[in-house]
């Protein structure tokens, strides 16, 4: 199939976007796709937890993790669309320059938020950049609480934002933090978890939602 370009990105600090784009890269791999990941966020957290995932676990054929200077992403992503079926771009959470280009060339704009009054109306400059480059967003409640009350509330709000919410939610789960610390993905850390099943929905959805 031809590459998908994913990007993840979240203005607002804090918002899980690194796990979630870590994970989603993992489920991929496992269903036999060729990944790779850009890591433009100055923090090179993704680039970090695939040098843990090559100590701890060896050979991490399946999964290529580019760690690239936001400016030269143009070009990267020509590049390792060539080779791979997926390809994911960890943005910066800042509007700068590299996020817009990682916007600009998505397939589709994975927006992880948790649902609290501050994160959603911090996610509306995402919104706003990603309308501007004129690509499609999916919103993905992260770090879902169980406190179904609020989670509703701000549901009935990200609506009013006019963008697509996934149906696939992520739980606020201890294993993402568990996985991330072995160099893992949460389907590898606890294949049979709740939180396992929720990053395969995903990952199936977003794929679908990128089409």
């Given at each position: 199939?031809?590459?998908?370009?994913?990007?993840?990105?979240?203005?607002?600090?804090?918002?899980?976007?690194?796990?979630?784009?870590?994970?989603?890269?993992?489920?991929?791999?496992?269903?036999?796709?060729?990944?790779?990941?850009?890591?433009?966020?100055?923090?090179?957290?993704?680039?970090?937890?695939?040098?843990?995932?090559?100590?701890?676990?060896?050979?991490?054929?399946?999964?290529?993790?580019?760690?690239?200077?936001?400016w030269k992403l143009a070009g990267e992503i020509d590049r390792l669309k060539?080779?791979?079926?997926?390809?994911?771009?960890?943005?910066?959470?800042?509007?700068?320059?590299?996020?817009?280009?990682?916007?600009?060339?998505?397939?589709?704009?994975?927006?992880?938020?948790?649902?609290?009054?501050?994160?959603?109306?911090?996610?509306?400059?995402?919104?706003?950049?990603?309308?501007?480059?004129?690509?499609?967003?999916?919103?993905?409640?992260?770090?879902?609480?169980?406190?179904?009350?609020?989670?509703?509330?701000?549901?009935?709000?990200?609506?009013?934002?006019?963008?697509?919410?996934?149906?696939?939610?992520?739980?606020?789960?201890?294993?993402?933090?568990?996985?991330?610390?072995?160099?893992?993905?949460?389907?590898?850390?606890?294949?049979?978890?709740?939180?396992?099943?929720?990053?395969?929905?995903?990952?199936?959805?977003?794929?679908?939602?990128?089409?």
């Amino acid at each position: 199939m031809a590459a998908k370009i994913l990007t993840v990105a979240q203005q607002k600090g804090g918002a899980g976007k690194t796990t979630l784009a870590a994970n989603l890269a993992v489920a991929y791999a496992q269903a036999q796709m060729r990944v790779a990941v850009a890591d433009i966020d100055p923090q090179q957290s993704l680039t970090m937890w695939n040098a843990l995932r090559a100590k701890l676990h060896g050979d991490t054929a399946g999964l290529t993790v580019s760690s690239v200077g936001g400016w030269k992403l143009a070009g990267e992503i020509d590049r390792l669309k060539r080779d791979h079926d997926v390809v994911i771009v960890d943005s910066p959470p800042h509007a700068e320059t590299e996020a817009k280009i990682a916007v600009r060339h998505a397939h589709l704009v994975i927006v992880p938020v948790q649902p609290s009054p501050m994160d959603v109306w911090a996610t509306e400059p995402t919104l706003d950049m990603a309308q501007k480059e004129k690509a499609p967003v999916l919103l993905v409640l992260n770090r879902v609480p169980p406190r179904a009350n609020l989670t509703d509330d701000m549901l009935a709000e990200i609506k009013d934002y006019g963008a697509k919410v996934a149906r696939s939610r992520i739980g606020n789960r201890v294993g993402f933090g568990g996985a991330m610390l072995q160099g893992q993905g949460v389907t590898e850390f606890q294949r049979s978890s709740r939180a396992a099943q929720e990053i395969r929905a995903l990952s199936k959805e977003v794929l679908k939602a990128a089409s």
